[in-house]
């Protein structure tokens, strides 16, 4: 019989695992020969949707700590992902400019 | 959106990140949580429809489970062709709805956007399903 904190400790383990996964995959070809904007695409796999597994499966294991958590994962997944789009833009010989105002 | 909605919120979302921060939900916190999100400089906001902002934002929310999916396909299958496409945007000049854009662009892992055109859409690079 599966009690839930048992069930809760599954999970969370089961979302580190990922996370985990998700990192290491997402890291690895930065290694390789691909282009510096390919690298950039599984690099936000493990930066953003890795990060996040790994936060979620925290959050889960430490429920009294949901509002420091809970602010890790907004700006990982918020600053991740504009950082992956700063680089990518940086990575332009000439950026496409329709600035804002 | 009127201006002064835009103001509330960005004094709500500044109290809420100081609350979570902090967590502590005080008196004396609240106030000074608020006396900072009052103090810190305002952004140079435009007038923007509401209801663009909060299909952004719902889009975004949307977009998660759609990133974890193109995730598992970039790991079950080799991405390897690379591609430049337009995607269209709203052409709003607000800050607020060009960052929702890049970001919902940019979550998704097989998409990050390279910049706006100045008819409001976004150069993407796109990773695709085969060789290069």
Same mark, same amino acid.
């Given at each position: 019989m599966i009690t839930l904190p048992t069930l809760v400790t599954l999970i969370s383990d089961l979302l580190l695992l990922f996370g985990l996964v998700f990192w290491l995959w997402g890291t690895?070809? %930065? %290694?390789?020969?691909?282009?510096y904007l390919a690298k950039l695409h599984s690099l936000s796999i493990s930066d953003t949707l890795g990060s996040a597994l790994i936060v979620v499966g925290l959050l889960l294991k %430490?429920?009294?700590?949901w509002p420091l958590l809970s602010l890790a994962l907004l700006s990982l997944v918020v600053w991740n992902t504009l950082f992956g789009y700063v680089l990518a833009v940086c990575s332009l010989s000439r950026p496409a400019t329709g600035r804002p105002e | 959106m009127k201006l002064w909605v835009f103001w509330l919120l960005t004094i709500g979302f500044r109290l809420g990140i100081w609350l979570l921060l902090t967590s502590d939900t005080s008196q004396f916190n609240l106030f000074v949580g608020l006396l900072l999100a009052v103090a810190l400089p305002r952004s140079r906001a435009i007038a923007v429809a509401p209801g663009l902002v909060l299909g952004l934002v719902w889009k975004v929310i949307m977009a998660l489970p759609e990133a974890y999916g193109e995730a598992i396909q970039m790991l079950s299958r080799h991405h390897g062709r690379e591609r430049l496409a337009i995607v269209p945007g +709203?052409? +709003?000049? +607000?800050s607020l709805v060009v960052f929702l854009e890049v970001f919902l662009i940019t979550l998704t892992p097989l998409t990050i956007a390279l910049g706006r055109l100045p008819d409001g859409s976004y150069q993407v690079h796109r990773l695709e399903r085969g060789n290069p």
């Open positions: 690895w070809p %930065l %290694l390789g020969r691909a282009s %430490l429920p009294r700590e | +709203s052409g +709003s000049r +607000s």
